[in-house]
Every structure is written in structure tokens, then in C-alpha cells.
């Protein structure tokens, strides 16, 4: 296989940069969003200088960098990696991680890459949140392959083996890493969980053995810490929209607000943390057992592992974990005034929230356990 059996979900190519970023320029509804996105200045510089860029890694550089540093100097303040850029120099792999913000948790990556002088990744994103034409255009600059959803049967199986085949074609032709979330959407409560069905997927695009065809990917499981979520008043309203009605649905709307939340919301304090490679504990899932369904939850587990024991754990989650307990057990953790900070946090989040039969009660349960589902996880760890 090469690359043009894959132009309908690759990125696009160095070729490629010029074409499509006239076809941005020119388009009224990219030129509105990127004036709110990255303000009237940081276009004006784009517009003016676009015709100098003749690579990805050039537009990532000139314009996806700079951005990012405004979003970390704005709305976060700090932002650590550890054990990121050492992995990623060794061979080309894939990271496996919890899934935070849709658009930041890749982007954050790539910038870590960017500043240690590595090559960026290559991300997975899924087409239902590419709601306009030219925000696919967009992501595909930005080294972005298209995840495709809502396909059932034989189309659904078509479409991932597809899509695994490229991964493998990256990874291994390409020398090209990768990043994808270990599930499909984001976990709302953080009580992040790895899909199987994700590893099934990715098993697919080699004619070989399940875990023969994992490690061909070299999975590295990466943790990812956002001290607050911006988007936790909206994870927990639709909570509660699911509660009353089963059958609700978000709009496109509601994904580009997530979207926008998430970028310019504060989060405080960021940590990315690599765990090490998987190969050898997938060789000893392979050695004790042979059922592939068995094989895929065991490795499952272990990336579950490995993130939760990365993850890094701040002062509001000890305190939420407390207040969903009502107790004091981790009260040496945390002062009695960052106790009131957060609890007064969650009622200014809760009072965004404008839904018909507002349950008070039941969305501080969830934005509780948003903070304390990570200090869960990662305590099982050390049991």
C-alpha cells in the first residue's frame, strides 16, 4: 500500500500546504472563526505571510505554536512534561492517552515535540466533530487523520480496518508517530476506561496474530492532568439532559462551545506524563492466554494502569474525593482555605448551568466526581 490509498483520511502532505491554506484564506466562515480563535493580529500575520509556508511542520511552527503559547500563557499556569520527548525520540510509536480536551490534548503533545526539535505526531479525530467543511481542511494541516464514525457492519469493519491499516502504514512506512485517545469521546466524569474495541481496531491493519500486530505499534500509554476542566459544567449539564432524557443528543453547537470552552477556559496547572512501552507486558498476555476477546481486555487493563499511576495528582482532588465522601480523610493534603476555594468553584460553575428542572444536588455529585475519579484511579494503583 502507499499513500494515495489513503488520501481520504490522511493528513495532508507538504505539497499540499499552499492549496489549501489559499482556500482558507478565502473563505469568510474560517477567516470569522480564526479572528475569534487566534484574534485579528495573529490573522493579519497569517495572511501576510502564508505564501512562506511550504511545509506542515512550517504552518505548525508559525502559526499552531505560537497559539498554543498564548492559550498556556493566558488560561494555565504551568505546563510540565515528563518522560514525553525521551520516548518519542527512541522509535516512532503510537501514544495511547485519557482524553481530556478534544482539540488540546493532541495539540500540547505536539508542542511538547515541537520545543525538544522532534518530529510531531500524527492524530486521530473523529468526523463528527468536523461539522464544517473547512475545519477539516484545517485539522488535516494540522497532521490529522479522519476517524470515521456511524458506519454499522460490514461498512463499520471496511472502514476500521481502513483506518488501522493506515496507522500501521504510518507508523512503520512513514516512521511517523501517532496519537489517538484511548475511547471514542472524552470521558465526561474522568473515570477514564481504555476500549477495547479501540485495540481491536488498531489489531486490524496487519495480517498477523492480535498482540503481534499491537506491538508493531509500540503503544506507549500517556497521561494527561488538567488541574480544572473548563468544560466541567458542561460534562455535568449533559449528565443530567441524559438522566431526564435518554435520547438526548448534542447539537453541532454544543460540540464547537465544548470546543471553544475547552481552548480558552482556565485550566490551571497541565501535566503530561509517557509511560514506558507495553511490548513486554503484551508478550506475557500472550504467553498466559490465547483468547484474542481475553488478550484485548488484559492489555486494556495494563494501559489503564499505566495512566492512572502517571497521572499527576493535585491539591482539588484530594479535596473533592473528600467532599463526595463527606469526610477528611486526605485532609492533609489540602489547607482548609483551598477546601473553601474549590467548593465555592463548583457552585460558580454549577451556577452556568441554565437547564429546565435544574438538580442542584445531582450536578455537584458530578462535577465532584469529575476531580475525583483520577485520585481513585490512581489509588487502586498502590494497592
Same mark, same amino acid.
Given at each position: 500500500m502507499d499513500l494515495k490509498d489513503f488520501d481520504d483520511i490522511r493528513p495532508y502532505t507538504d505539497e499540499e500546504v499552499g492549496i489549501i491554506l489559499t482556500q482558507l484564506l478565502q473563505n469568510p466562515d474560517f477567516l470569522r472563526f480564526a479572528t475569534k480563535a487566534i484574534g485579528a493580529e495573529q490573522l493579519a500575520f497569517l495572511q501576510t505571510n502564508y505564501t512562506r509556508l511550504d511545509s506542515i511542520i512550517g504552518f505548525q511552527e508559525l502559526i499552531i505554536k505560537p497559539f498554543l503559547d498564548y492559550v498556556l500563557s493566558h488560561f494555565a499556569t504551568s505546563f510540565d512534561a515528563y518522560n514525553v520527548a525521551e520516548e518519542a525520540q527512541k522509535e516512532s510509536c503510537i501514544f495511547i492517552s485519557n482524553h481530556r480536551d478534544i482539540v488540546l490534548d493532541s495539540a500540547l503533545l505536539d508542542k511538547i515535540l515541537i520545543d525538544n526539535l522532534h518530529q510531531t505526531v500524527e492524530i486521530g479525530i473523529g468526523d463528527n466533530l468536523l461539522i464544517f467543511p473547512w475545519l477539516k481542511d484545517l485539522v488535516r494541516l494540522n497532521k490529522t487523520f479522519i476517524v470515521k464514525r456511524g458506519e454499522v457492519g460490514k461498512e463499520l469493519i471496511m472502514q476500521s480496518r481502513h483506518l488501522s491499516q493506515y496507522i500501521h502504514f504510518a507508523i512503520t512506512q512513514k516512521h511517523q508517530s501517532?496519537?489517538?485517545?484511548?475511547?471514542? /469521546?472524552?470521558?465526561?466524569?474522568?473515570?477514564?476506561?481504555?476500549?477495547?474495541?479501540?485495540? @481491536?481496531?488498531?489489531? &486490524? /491493519?496487519?495480517?498477523?496474530?492480535?498482540?503481534?500486530?499491537?506491538?508493531?505499534?509500540?503503544?506507549?500509554?500517556?497521561?494527561?492532568?488538567?488541574?480544572?476542566?473548563?468544560?466541567?459544567?458542561?460534562?455535568? $449539564?449533559?449528565?443530567?439532559? *441524559?438522566?431526564? =432524557?435518554? !435520547?438526548? *443528543? @448534542?447539537?453541532?453547537?454544543?460540540?464547537?462551545? #465544548?470546543?471553544?470552552? /475547552?481552548? &480558552? /477556559?482556565? +485550566?490551571? @496547572?497541565?501535566?503530561?506524563?509517557?509511560?514506558?512501552?507495553?511490548?513486554?507486558?503484551?508478550?506475557?498476555? %500472550? %504467553? $498466559?492466554?490465547?483468547? $484474542? =476477546? &481475553?488478550?484485548?481486555?488484559?492489555?486494556?487493563?495494563?494501559?489503564? @494502569?499505566?495512566?492512572?499511576?502517571?497521572?499527576?495528582?493535585?491539591?482539588? =482532588?484530594?479535596? %473533592?474525593?473528600?467532599?463526595? =465522601?463527606?469526610?477528611?480523610?486526605?485532609? #492533609?493534603?489540602?489547607?482548609?482555605?483551598? +477546601?473553601?476555594?474549590?467548593?465555592?468553584?463548583?457552585?460558580?460553575?454549577? #451556577? +452556568?448551568?441554565?437547564?429546565? !428542572? *435544574?438538580?442542584?444536588?445531582?450536578?455537584?455529585?458530578? &462535577?465532584?466526581?469529575?476531580?475525583?475519579?483520577?485520585?481513585? !484511579?490512581?489509588?487502586?494503583?498502590?494497592?
Open positions: 501517532i496519537w489517538i485517545a484511548q475511547r471514542e /469521546g472524552r470521558a465526561k466524569d474522568s473515570d477514564d476506561r481504555t476500549q477495547e474495541s479501540v485495540l @481491536k481496531m488498531l489489531a &486490524m /491493519g496487519k495480517d498477523a496474530p492480535f498482540t503481534e500486530s499491537l506491538k508493531e505499534l509500540n503503544i506507549h500509554p500517556l497521561a494527561i492532568s488538567y488541574e480544572y476542566d473548563p468544560c466541567d459544567y458542561l460534562k455535568a $449539564k449533559e449528565f443530567q439532559l *441524559k438522566r431526564d =432524557n435518554p !435520547n438526548y *443528543k @448534542k447539537t453541532q453547537a454544543d460540540d464547537l462551545l #465544548n470546543m471553544q470552552t /475547552g481552548i &480558552m /477556559g482556565y +485550566k490551571g @496547572k497541565i501535566t503530561y506524563r509517557c509511560a514506558n512501552l507495553i511490548n513486554e507486558q503484551i508478550d506475557h498476555i %500472550a %504467553a $498466559k492466554e490465547t483468547n $484474542k =476477546n &481475553m488478550q484485548a481486555t488484559l492489555i486494556a487493563q495494563a494501559i489503564d @494502569k499505566a495512566i492512572y499511576s502517571n497521572y499527576q495528582i493535585y491539591d482539588i =482532588n484530594y479535596v %473533592a474525593l473528600d467532599l463526595l =465522601n463527606n469526610n477528611t480523610q486526605f485532609a #492533609n493534603h489540602y489547607t482548609n482555605e483551598a +477546601k473553601q476555594q474549590f467548593n465555592n468553584y463548583i457552585q460558580q460553575q454549577i #451556577n +452556568k448551568i441554565e437547564i429546565p !428542572n *435544574k438538580d442542584h444536588d445531582y450536578l455537584q455529585k458530578i &462535577m465532584l466526581c469529575i476531580y475525583a475519579n483520577p485520585l481513585i !484511579n490512581h489509588l487502586k494503583t498502590k494497592q
